[in-house]
């Protein structure tokens, strides 16, 4: 597990403010919002990113019978707060073995959710056709909301995006059969807010999806 912030879009190094720069900078990218560094999952790590958060933090609620929350992940840094987030949820896969779903909200450009997605980044784009039928919808926050197929990602995963909240939405899910989870109409919360029940909520072991490519 990573120890230091690093970049959302490409996972590389990142220089911290300093002299001549009041922001976060990737070599390769420019100016970033740092992805913080990933921690085991408990229900005090996903209150510390819930707490800071500027966007959504979404989650199945409550979770599908037998899944568990498997890690969260934070782009922003103390001063900005969390401007991207992503929960990892993994259980039984609709058609046997082991699915596992990938939560992302974000505000544009932060790239978060296209770097799990496996695609160029840092918005679905074109990847994303809006003008046709969406191929998902979720419940997020009480409102239907309409996710459309990502095109162009690889072939391990099911990849859907939307707008929700005025932010980006994606579902990242593996395997690529477990994307069928999308079609059950998932009622989504945003953690930030829920109430005491969270602190009911069943955790297990760390997701390796939440830590990016290697």
């Known amino acids: 597990m990573r ?36 921690i085991p ?7 510390v990113v819930v707490h800071r958060a500027q966007v959504p933090v979404w989650m199945p609620w409550p979770l599908p019978v037998g899944w568990l929350f498997t890690g969260v992940a934070s782009a922003g840094d103390d001063r900005s707060g969390g401007r991207a987030t992503a929960v990892a949820c993994s ?11 990938l939560l992302v909200a974000e505000e544009l ?23 046709a039928p ?39 899910v593996w395997p690529e059969q477990s994307g069928l989870l999308m079609y059950d109409e998932l009622v989504l919360t945003d953690l930030r807010d829920a109430g005491a029940e ?5 955790c297990g072991a760390l997701s390796p999806r939440i830590l990016g490519p290697s």
Not at 91 to 101: A, K, Q, R, S, T
Not at 117 to 126: L, T
Not at 139 to 166: I, K, M, Q
């Open 3 to 38: 120890g230091e912030p690093s970049c959302p879009k490409c996972g590389g190094r990142v220089r911290a403010p300093g002299l001549f720069s009041d922001s976060w900078q990737c070599a390769d990218h420019g100016t970033v919002h740092p992805l913080q560094p990933v």
């Open 41 to 47: 999952p408990s229900v005090e790590a996903l209150s």
């Open 91 to 101: 259980g039984p896969g609709p058609l046997g073995g082991i699915g596992e779903l």
């Open 109 to 131: 450009g932060v790239g978060l959710g296209a770097r799990y997605a496996g695609i160029d980044g840092p918005d679905p784009g074109s990847a994303i056709n809006v003008s």
């Open 134 to 172: 969406p191929h998902a919808k979720v419940v997020a926050a009480g409102r239907p909301t309409a996710l459309w197929h990502v095109n162009g990602t690889p072939d391990d995963r099911a990849v859907f995006a939307g707008e929700a909240r005025g932010l980006w939405l994606w579902a990242i």
């Open 198 to 202: 969270v602190e009911l909520l069943p």
